[in-house]
């Protein structure tokens, strides 16, 4: 089986051990590079090109987000992990914004990293469950406080299917292979999806779906 190459970036040494070791334990991971800050992170991975980087939001000289964003445009095959501290809806709208396929809380690093890169490579979401849980609490205290319906009820059965394969990272492609449909028709109920829940980006699609528990 290919191995998963890694690279870490994070400015405390400790931290990146700790990371290195959780993903050394996998046999089928590897750590190719590791990095203290966010510029070398870009370097390390225009170099050696990572199946998966996983990133301090919070690095000198170029964090996390910035780092992330220049990543992924410039390898748009290596998938971002991002760790963070933060949990409120900003902070992972700005990940995902970047290009950001994963957002892990560090204090759930130990359980979750090693589900989350395996997600990412494979071009899926991944989100630490406190992230998806305080997401979702937030969205339901928003809908309280305006006294707004919840917009999901408005979509059609077929539109729930396709946001989740969406939000999934699933191309509209791969969506018309699944259901065999006509790409042309699921871009018209994504374009419909979309519309009805005053949704503007795929980050934002992919935010909602958290905030839901369509996907984790």
Do not use: C, W
Not at 11 to 33: A, C, I, N, T, Y
Not at 54 to 75: C, S, Y
Not at 108 to 127: M, N, P, T, Y
Request: aromatic share 4%.
């Amino acid at each position: 089986m290919p191995s998963i190459r890694v690279l870490l970036a994070d400015d405390h040494k400790l931290m990146r051990s700790g990371l290195r070791l959780l993903v050394e334990q996998q046999p089928e991971f590897r750590v190719v590079g590791e990095a203290g800050d966010g510029r070398q992170a870009v370097a390390l991975a225009t170099e050696l090109k990572p199946d998966v980087a996983v990133l301090d939001i919070g690095m000198p000289e170029l964090n996390g987000i910035e780092a992330a964003r220049q990543i992924t445009e410039q390898l748009p095959e290596t998938a971002v992990v991002m760790l963070s501290m933060h949990s409120d809806e900003s902070y992972v709208l700005r990940a995902l914004k970047a290009g950001a396929r994963g957002y892990l809380l560090k204090d759930s690093a130990e359980a979750d990293l090693v589900q989350a890169i395996v997600a990412v490579r494979e071009g899926k979401s991944f989100f630490s469950p406190a992230v998806s849980q305080v997401l979702l609490e937030d969205y339901l205290r928003k809908l309280r406080k305006t006294g707004a319906e919840d917009s999901y009820e408005l979509l059609s059965p077929r539109e729930r299917e396709i946001l989740q394969l969406v939000a999934e990272g699933k191309s509209s492609k791969d969506v018309a292979n699944l259901l065999n449909l006509s790409v042309y028709t699921v871009e018209t109920h994504r374009a419909n999806l979309m519309k009805k829940l005053n949704l503007k980006s795929m980050p934002e699609l992919i935010l909602y779906a958290v905030r839901k528990g369509v996907i984790s």
